[in-house]
């Protein structure tokens, strides 16, 4: 803790605003074990030739001296350099390029670094100064640079990104493809292209041995070649889908009613993106809770932003989905976040939202809402950063809306928040957002977020006649006690709790990660304790960069169930043939050992003077060894 900024009676906190660069040698390659060299020396084959090679000095039986490992090794091979430099701008630029450390490795001098990674703004890379810097070091340094601007941004996550794919080819309205850059936005200075690169996920820098030294991008290339749009196209998605039993039945179900559907395409109503609907951690296929909400404006100008809870990863969530060229729009529009309660999975992801938020000039604060203590680790981390955020947010605590519905200022008049106390841990609420009164953009509408909770009567209430209710439902059907134990909802006590709110459409999120693609859902009869789950209104599931915009996709969710379900239990029941297959492979191969064991005890009972001859000879060799021993 000595080493944190000091924080001073009157509130400021002097930063410290230090850039480390970081020059590292590699240890040296021991040189070649010379056995011949040895010999001569008086060391003879055996362990002490062990000894020698592992680096250890031994004595000589035949003169007595003492042997050094260099007197018997060819020359070490000295450990190779790199460098890592961070330089955020200009600033530290002139600092960085004017050091005198650096003289000794640059050109022509013993010492030049095999690579030097420069985590730099474009900006600094493309100044004369930091190029002639670069040049510096010789031509035989290679330079990789990482910014967000000159490095190409693919998709990083393959199994995640097929199976975002395979929805999409559901309703690619609901489901879009998940973005990527594939080429970068700003090239590299001529001037240091012939020796330097931008970097790439899963590139390697190879340091030793000396024959496979430099850049590795094996690994990095096959990963694009795996989630390019060839490998991924929709005719190879199609192709799979027919081999699922009646999918293209449902699909095709599911297009005719889309083609009689009508809604009005030019109403703004609001739109909900969920970033990850998974509970407790990240998974390869649900990230842990964010939800992004826009509602439209009433003066008709651009929508305004919401997050319910903002679980670690929820920045990266929002690039995926909307792009990394719309994030500064998204994020200077963000106006107001409900955080439910505070446990990791629901918070961990605010600060870097807020950082984001601070590096947009003269953008008002984000109102934020949440449990009391919330405040307060928001202070102490803002204490630590480097960089400075407690300007961009307010704070509100949650139970000051328990009584009455409010105006959010930050969305316009005639929005609302509401919330009310859950059963979960301490200080946990939900929230009910509203759109109430004169409209000029959007019809009236009641959006509820459970947080995490037991089924309770507050969030009932709460929700009466909502148009939307995202309810957890972090359990299967059946898992009432264990849901009970951890103050949490399963699948049909969350459809129940619709029921009783009388809400329109319910979205079921934050499943628990041992459901990674999708939660275990019972047939449609399955009853809940208001009637099976077929009867709940407009129940779906939420997916992680789902988007549901209200006028057009609310009434669509529930009819894609039925593939929805043929799809992931395909996928499952695949699975599982595939680990039966596995399981009896590996039994076969335990079965081949065991028959060609009984084979060989067989043969040698069937054979006993073969057997007993073998042992004689062994027997004879052994007896000539100890003669000639004891000779």
Known sequence: MAHLPPRHPDGVTHRSRAAITYICHAPGIPGKFLPEKAIV????????FGRLSSGSPVQSPSTGATVLPEHCTGPATPGKIFIIVRCPDMEYAINLTTHPLFDDYK????????????????????????????????SETRHVVI???????????????????????????????????????????????P????????????????????????????????TTEASLDPQAISQYF?????????????????????????ARSPSVTFLGTGSALPSKYRNVTGIYVTVPDDQGEDDHGVLFDCGEGSYGQ??????????????????????SHLHADHHLGLVRILLARSRIPSSQPIHILGPKLLEKWLVDYEGISTESFAHTYTFEECGSYVSASLPVPSLGPNITAHTAPVIHCHDSYAVALAHTGPALASDPWKLVYSGDTQPCEE???????????????????????????????????????AMRMGARHTILTHFSQRYPKVPRLASSSSSTSSGSLAAV??????????????????????????????????????????KEDNKEKIKEEKQKQKDIKLAKFASKRANPSSSSSSNNEGNKKKNNNNNNNQG
């Open 147 to 193: 910014n967000a601007q000159m490095c190409a941004h693919n998709y990083i996550f393959n199994s995640a990104t097929e199976h975002q794919i395979k929805l999409s080819e559901l309703h690619r309205d609901v489901f879009p493809r998940p973005l990527c850059t594939p080429h970068p936005q700003v090239g590299l200075p001529e001037a240091i292209t």
């Open 107 to 138: 050109a022509g001098r013993p010492s030049s670094p095999a690579f030097i990674v420069h985590i730099t703004a474009a900006a600094v890379v493309q100044s004369s100064t930091y190029q002639a810097w670069m040049q510096s070091f010789g």
């Open 242 to 266: 027919g081999t699922i039993p009646g999918l293209f039945s449902e699909m095709d179900k599911f297009r005719a009613w889309k083609e009689g559907h009508v809604y009005d395409q030019t």
């Open 41 to 48: 020396l008086g060391i003879p084959k055996g362990p002490l």
């Open 537 to 578: 209104p407009g129940l779906s599931i939420a997916f992680d960069l789902m988007s549901v915009r209200f006028s057009r996709d609310l009434e669509a969710l529930p009819r894609l169930l039925p593939a929805l379900t043929l799809l992931f239990d395909h996928e499952e029941s695949t699975k599982e043939e595939e």
């Open 195 to 226: 020796f330097s690169c931008a970097a790439q996920n899963l590139m390697k820098l190879v340091l030793a041995p000396s024959a496979s030294a430099g850049i590795d991008l094996s690994e990095a290339l096959l990963m694009q070649a795996a």
């Open 459 to 497: 969030l009932v209430v709460l929700g009466k006649g909502a148009t939307v209710l995202i309810h957890e439902a972090t359990m299967e059907q059946g898992m009432q006690v264990d849901a009970h134990e951890k103050n949490h909802s399963t699948i049909d006590q969350a459809a129940a709790v």
């Open 318 to 339: 929002l690039v995926r989905r909307f792009g990394a060229d719309s994030m500064s729009s998204l994020i200077e529009r963000l106006r107001f976040i409900f955080v």
